[in-house]
């Protein structure tokens, strides 16, 4: 048994977009971006953009996208009822997975980031 959610929702951005990127999605949320003249910080948290979820973006080389996070308190056993759903690990990264979803959509399995979490968690047997 386990619990897992939906935790964040990641708009990755090229690094030559980032600027550009943190200012329309801030002004288009009104929102005000935590820390965004950090270049060493790969992420810009929007805080209070979409309630009961997180918005950050996140600095990437590479194209620019957007995609989800779940939390989970087992990561193995996420990623394995995820994978019977259709799903394929694409890397492991410290502690979380990148995976593709059946269409190719890249999602991230991550240890718990909510500090509710396991609050409106589903639970899966």
Not at 52 to 61: G, K, M, P, V
Not at 106 to 116: I, R, T, Y
Request: glycine letters at 4%; a negative charge.
């Amino acid at each position: 048994m386990h619990h897992s959610r939906l935790c964040a929702i990641m708009i990755d951005c090229d690094t030559t977009t980032m600027d550009a990127s943190v200012r329309f999605w801030s002004g288009a949320l009104g929102a005000t971006p935590k820390h965004p003249d950090d270049p060493t910080d790969p992420y810009v948290p929007l805080p209070g953009a979409v309630e009961s979820l997180t918005l950050d973006l996140q600095r990437i080389d590479g194209p620019s996208r957007i995609h989800l996070d779940f939390e989970t308190d087992d990561v193995e056993a996420e990623v394995r009822r995820l994978e019977a759903l259709g799903a394929t690990r694409e890397r492991q990264i410290e502690r979380w997975w990148i995976m593709r979803d059946p269409s190719g959509h890249l999602f991230c399995v991550v240890p718990p980031q909510s500090d509710d979490f396991p609050a409106n968690a589903r639970r899966w047997e």
